[in-house]
Nanobody, 125 residues
Framework: QVQLVESGGGLVQAGGSLRLSCAAS????????MGWFRQAPGKEREFVAA????????VYADSVKGRFTISRDNAKNTVALQMNSLKPEDTAVYYC??????????????????WGKGTLVTVSS
């Protein structure tokens, strides 16, 4: 059974940092791009960041560019999201996702092949 399990969410003050992690299991994720999405209360899901399997290409939403960094460890089947300079508007449930399509699918906020259940990030002002 394929599972994506997020961790690392929590409460942080504006300007602070958090590091989210996603552990993938149940299959080999070779050739799978992995990424992060978020959904704030009362809002639609939005794309945050994604990375190819090789790690050679990344893409970020404009709202997080320069503040968030995505990384992955294929040997451990994990992907991380380092979030710095957090703002109250970053408050959301953050979801890990994996898909065999290109990063364009992530950018276009398509439904992914695999999803985690999410981890809550709350940024206080």
């Amino acid at each position: 059974q394929v599972q994506l399990v997020e961790s690392g969410g929590g409460l942080v003050q504006a300007g602070g940092s958090l590091r989210l992690s996603c552990a993938a299991s149940g299959r080999t994720f070779s050739n799978y791009a992995m990424g992060w999405f978020r959904q704030a209360p009362g809002k639609e899901r939005e794309f945050v960041a994604a990375m190819t399997w090789s790690g050679g290409s990344t893409v970020y939403a404009d709202s997080v560019k320069g503040r968030f960094t995505i990384s992955r460890d294929n040997a451990k089947n994990t992907v991380a999201l380092q979030m710095n300079s957090l703002k109250p508007e970053d408050t959301a449930v953050y979801y890990c996702a994996a898909d065999r399509r290109s990063l364009v699918a992530f950018w276009l906020n398509r439904d992914m092949e695999y999803w985690g259940k999410g981890t809550l990030v709350t940024v206080s002002s």
